[in-house]
């Protein structure tokens, strides 16, 4: 079945360093793929997506990239704050449901000022 | 708006008793989930209703697990009778819609925890 996986947290960085959490898929033809942020105590909300190859999510200075050919969704930023500790979520919709979110197992970023 | 709201937020029980959790989605939402975080085995979906019909709930772990959606405006997720295993944080979120393409909306969720 369709999957995901993510890199194992904590991940811990100073202010102002560049960040990437890695994402990797496992689903037939091409699914659509999330990044979902949660912070302390809240729900989680939608960051960035991209529904076909190649595209580009984009969003608050984050970045992540559909990439068919590695069946990667890295996110990235240029410079992180002491804001966006939170924890993240790879998480991907297959062709065979226009509704089931598969999620990753969550990344912790913890950024120190 | 006020999101989607979830209560209780925190319900500590003991092993065997009856435990409703309960969730108000943004108004104007059509499609309505249920989730279950836990350290073992991440965020699982347990239910998904669209116009408060149930249209997939094979994640529902067993029996014990109930779900209903009378209106629009409210759903609740039973447990009876509760283990220590049911341990976790149930989360809701709503979509307007029926494509998960689209933002789903979480609650904040419900921390339980079974004695």
């Known amino acids: 079945g369709d999957s995901v996986t993510q890199m194992e947290g904590p991940v811990t960085l100073s202010e102002e360093a560049f960040l990437t959490i890695n994402c990797t898929y496992t689903?037939?033809?091409?699914?659509?793929l999330f990044w979902y942020v949660q912070y302390p105590g809240e729900g989680l909300q939608l960051l960035l997506k991209a529904t076909k190859a190649d595209d580009k999510g984009s969003n608050k200075g984050f970045e992540a990239t559909y990439r068919k050919e590695t069946t990667s969704f890295h996110l990235e930023k240029g410079s992180v704050q002491v804001s966006d500790s939170a924890v993240y979520f790879c998480?991907?919709?297959?062709?065979?449901?226009?509704?089931?979110?598969?999620f990753g197992s969550g990344t912790r970023l913890l950024v120190r000022p | 708006d006020a999101g989607v709201i979830q209560s209780p937020r925190h319900e500590v029980t003991e092993m065997g008793q009856e435990v409703t959790l309960r969730c108000k989605p943004i108004s104007g939402h059509n499609s309505l989930f249920w989730y279950r975080q836990t350290m073992m085995r991440g965020l699982e979906l347990l239910i998904y209703?669209?116009?408060?019909?149930?249209?997939?709930d094979s994640g529902m772990p067993e029996d014990r697990f109930s779900a209903k959606m009378p209106n629009a405006s409210f759903s609740t997720l039973k447990i009876q009778p509760s283990e220590p295993r049911d341990s976790a944080v149930y989360f809701c979120?709503?979509?307007?819609?029926?494509?998960?393409?689209?933002?789903?909306?979480f609650g904040p969720g419900t921390r339980l925890t079974v004695l």
């Open positions: 689903a037939t033809g091409y699914p659509s």
């Open positions: 209703f669209n116009n408060n019909v149930p249209i997939d």
């Open positions: 998480a991907l919709i297959g062709m065979d449901s226009s509704y089931k979110l598969i």
């Open positions: 979120a709503s979509i307007l819609g029926t494509g998960g393409y689209n933002e789903q909306f």
